[in-house]
């Protein structure tokens, strides 16, 4: 019977001594414990600091930006600064037109022979300042033309100059031929090439012009083209080119001592086609030349036509 008491008393005791272990031991394992209020302030001032954090970072994200000049590719350069890749296209130059070699004599009776050397025959003599077309040149001679032949000038006695050509082969082909008829003699009413339409008259020479059978002559050969057989009757033909717009190949109309005092075409009483730079080739009073328009000559000036 005590000993029964004593088993109870023991048990009594252990059953109460329990609880309080068994808290202890729940207490021990727990990871962590409910915050208190100081640290539920501390974790929410972290919290929001979190926040601005990523609302920075999403504003950054969002919000667009232009991409730093630093940053940009090398080959896309700023809008604002030239392409160097594609250079901004320049004006252009104008052409470069070819040009027409001419020679001027320096000498007083420079003999013009038929080949280049003192040995040719001589075909004539030209006087000081007498010019003509460079065809070619062979060692010290210059080739020119001369009465419808081709001859030889010595260099040393020719002083050379140049003249813009036109694009127009047309126009060069016509001037052309009007150096073949260098040094013709002027012959006054010389028989024309054809009547003015094209029928080629008989009795035509080219060892002869006057002024306008010369123009006839050069343009019908030269372009194809059919002028009548006075200068009466030319300057009504063609185009009418103002003084100011004059170019090389149109033919300029002057009256003369004879017929400066009459009216209306009657005026007109000689012709000669413009080579350019107050130069012109023509035939007057003496032989087929080149030479510059004198003051005197412009002050018969009437008018000027275009006839390509």
């Known amino acids: 019977m005590k000993k029964t008491k004593t ?93 027409s070699q001419y020679i001027k004599c320096t000498g007083n009776s420079v003999n013009i022979r038929k080949g280049a050397g003192t040995s040719f025959a001589v075909l004539g003599q030209a006087e000081k300042g007498t010019m003509y077309a460079v065809t070619g040149k062979i060692g010290n001679w210059y080739q020119i033309f001369y009465r419808n032949q081709v001859a030889y000038i010595y260099a040393e006695y020719a002083s050379v100059f140049t003249l813009e050509k036109t694009t127009s082969e047309k126009t060069e082909a016509v001037i052309e031929e009007g150096y073949k008829l260098l040094g013709v003699p002027y012959v006054y009413g010389a028989v024309r090439l054809h009547n003015g339409k094209g029928k ?39 185009k009418y080119v103002h003084p100011n717009d004059l170019q090389r190949g149109d033919c300029i109309f002057f009256t003369n001592d004879v017929r400066e005092n009459k009216t209306g075409i009657e005026r007109v009483g000689h012709v000669a086609i413009y080579l350019g730079n107050n130069y012109i080739l023509h035939t007057a009073s003496d032989y087929a030349r080149i030479e510059p328009i004198s003051a005197k000559r412009w002050s018969h000036y009437i008018e000027a036509r275009r006839f390509i």
């Open 7 to 99: 088993l109870l008393t023991l048990l009594l005791s252990l059953f109460f001594l329990f609880p309080t272990f068994s808290c202890q031991q729940t207490d021990s394992i727990i990871p962590s414990v409910p915050p208190s209020a100081d640290d539920s302030t501390q974790s929410g001032d972290n919290s929001d600091s979190s926040d601005e954090e990523n609302e920075e970072s999403e504003d950054t994200d969002d919000t667009p930006q232009e991409t730093p000049p630093a940053t940009e590719p090398d080959n896309t350069p700023p809008v604002t600064e030239p392409d160097n890749s594609s250079p901004p296209p320049e004006t252009p130059a104008p052409p470069v037109l070819p040009t």
């Open 200 to 238: 080629l008259l008989s009795g035509f020479s080219v060892q002869k012009f006057d002024c306008s059978s010369l123009i006839q002559y050069i343009f019908y050969h030269g372009a194809n083209v059919l002028l009548d057989v006075t200068t009466r009757t030319q300057v009504v033909q063609g």
